[in-house]
């Protein structure tokens, strides 16, 4: 495996961290109001995402410009692992071992996020739920790090505020799924703190307050260790 490597930093310039399956840009959010200066890369056009994009494929783009980046964080398409996709018999590709070996070749820190059903492809990763950050949504999602990153389990609240049933309207008292071809878009721009969205962006979405958790320790990294890019 490839160590990250200390590199003379330019300290007047926001560190750059690369979103590879970058989608509508819920994680790219977050580590921009981490302090990240963000590009995002998606094999499909993304005109809602907020920040600087490449359309090109991920793991392509990550073996020939990864290194040129502080901070690498990977969203490998879920549809693989989701039990929707297997109950409905659909075929899609896995690419979570190709992205991890394309991170891993870049020497810097990264993160790679996936869903539950990805559980057993994934080392060690951290979990992170909507309580955690004040954010009114159950939405497990999973991050395996690398390059030096590490992220401790933070505390998980007990789910005590019950769910809306999939696609129904919220009562008040619950929280909402926000998946599917779930109702109350407005809603759940709202609670997920993801106010450009559609629904489609929604539903597949990392909730910002996530991986603004995640970019404050990448900060820390490498501030602490001088890893980074030149200018």
Same mark, same amino acid.
């Given at each position: 495996?490839?160590? *990250? /490597? ?5 300290? &007047?310039r #926001? $560190?750059?961290? @690369? ?21 995002g ?8 995402y907020?920040?600087?994009f490449?359309?090109a ?35 899609h590709p896995?690419?979570?071992? *190709? /992205? ?5 070749? &870049?020497? #810097? $820190?990264?993160? @790679? ?45 007990p ?10 309207p919220?009562p008040?008292?619950?929280?909402g ?18 106010p450009?969205?559609n629904?489609?962006g ?5 909730p ?6 995640i ?17």
């Amino acid at each position: 495996m490839t160590q *990250p /490597t200390p590199i003379r930093r330019d300290h &007047t310039r #926001r $560190p750059r961290l @690369l979103d590879l399956f970058c989608c509508q840009g819920g994680a790219a959010k977050g580590y921009a109001d981490a302090g990240f200066d963000v590009t995002g890369v998606d094999i499909h056009p993304q005109a809602r995402y907020p920040f600087t994009f490449v359309q090109a494929e991920a793991v392509a783009y990550v073996l020939e410009h990864g290194a040129q980046f502080d901070v690498i964080h990977a969203s490998p398409p879920c549809q693989h692992d989701s039990d929707c996709q297997r109950l409905q018999g659909r075929d899609h590709p896995d690419l979570i071992a *190709p /992205t991890r070996t394309a991170l891993q070749a &870049t020497g #810097r $820190p990264w993160v @790679l996020e996936n869903v539950r059903g990805a559980l057993p492809k994934l080392d060690r990763p951290v979990m992170l739920c909507g309580p955690m950050f004040g954010v009114e949504t159950y939405r497990h999602r999973y991050f395996e790090t690398g390059g030096g990153l590490a992220l401790n389990q933070p505390h998980h609240p007990p789910h005590l505020v019950p769910q809306a049933k999939m696609g129904r309207p919220i009562p008040p008292g619950h929280y909402g799924q926000f998946v599917g071809n779930f109702s109350g878009v407005d809603l759940a721009r709202q609670v997920m703190g993801v106010p450009w969205m559609n629904r489609d962006g929604i539903r597949e979405c990392i909730p910002p307050a996530y991986t603004h958790h995640i970019g404050t320790a990448a900060l820390d990294l490498v501030a602490a260790t001088g890893l980074g890019v030149a200018a």
